[in-house]
């Protein structure tokens, strides 16, 4: 898995497309602690329950605007695929990513389809 140091956090994600990948691996794997962690304090939810039975199985990233290395924020506009037994779809969305210390955290998004 490319995300892995990333969700280890033996490194930081560089970009915000960056983060916004391992955010995906985090929630295929459904490693909550790491997505707290990504997430900003702010717009993080207090109650973050994953459905088991919901697997994510691609993810394609259509643009981004910003969020590069320099940058202090940037979106990234994806498109999520998974399956479940209530019926498959895809979930896309433009997330707003920004700095915080330092460190790229997922701020919020606007679903544009599901």
């Known amino acids: 898995m490319c995300c892995l ?13 960056h983060l ?7 929630f295929s794997v459904r490693d909550i602690d790491y997505l707290y962690r ?3 304090p702010a717009t993080a939810p207090r109650d973050l329950t994953l459905d088991p039975l919901q697997k994510w199985y ?11 290395i320099l ?11 998974y ?3 209530d019926g498959n779809g895809v979930l ?6 920004v700095r915080r210390d330092g ?3 997922y701020m919020d998004g606007v679903v544009t389809g599901s």
């Open 5 to 17: 140091p990333f969700l280890r956090g033996d490194k930081a994600a560089p970009t915000a497309e």
């Open 20 to 26: 916004m990948r391992s955010r995906y691996s985090a």
């Open 38 to 40: 990504s997430w900003h």
């Open 58 to 68: 691609r993810l394609d990233v259509h643009g981004s605007t910003a969020g590069g």
């Open 71 to 81: 940058d202090d924020e940037g979106t990234v506009e994806f498109s999520a695929y």
């Open 83 to 85: 399956k479940h037994p």
């Open 92 to 97: 896309t969305e433009t997330s707003r990513f």
């Open 103 to 105: 460190l790229w955290v």
